[in-house]
């Protein structure tokens, strides 16, 4: 369909970058976000009063009855500055590696056509990258509580390396560290908290 697009609807936990639930449609609605964003909280068994969900500010996120069902569900709202689509990095980014990759078409010939890419896309995307954000971890490993797993075998091989040709390298080499805490809008630091840290 000539000037036609399809949509991408993403759910990202930051702190993994993690996509927990996608889809693709050829029309942005509330309609669509309100089964989309119930059915993937409840598919990952989320607690009420548990989850925050940071959004831009387009019509889909921002209606009264997606409003309502996020309460219901128990989920705190978060939107962007206004005319700010910018306001969530890591959407963002997730999308600007989605359409630099070398295999995204020019154009989908349908909506099955961009549905499999995305299927492609998101699945590659969970398990294979390693973030350097992520201390080189997957977000797989990170969001299902498995990069202290993959941290310990990658210290015992280094140190196994080290141990055999310490002279390949001044010191120990050391992994990076994956943060602890992750943040869309960090809050404002008080000086007096910071002062007796």
Known sequence: MKWGCFHPYTIIDVHSRYIVGWMIDPRESSTLAEPF??????RHGNDRDQLTIHSDNGSSMASRPTAFLLAD???????????????????????????????FPARFSSLERARSHGRQFFTWYNTEPRHSELGLLTPTDVHHGRAGEVRARRCATLTAAYTEHPERSARHPRL????????????????TNQASA
């Open 37 to 42: 964003l119930a059915e993937t909280i409840t």
């Open 73 to 103: 569900l128990g989920v705190t709202k978060s939107h962007s500055r206004p005319h700010r689509s910018n306001d969530n990095p890591y959407s963002e980014t997730t999308f600007e590696t989605l359409e630099y990759r070398p295999d």
């Open 176 to 191: 990076p560290t994956p943060p602890s805490t992750v943040y869309i809008n960090r809050p404002p630091v008080d000086s």
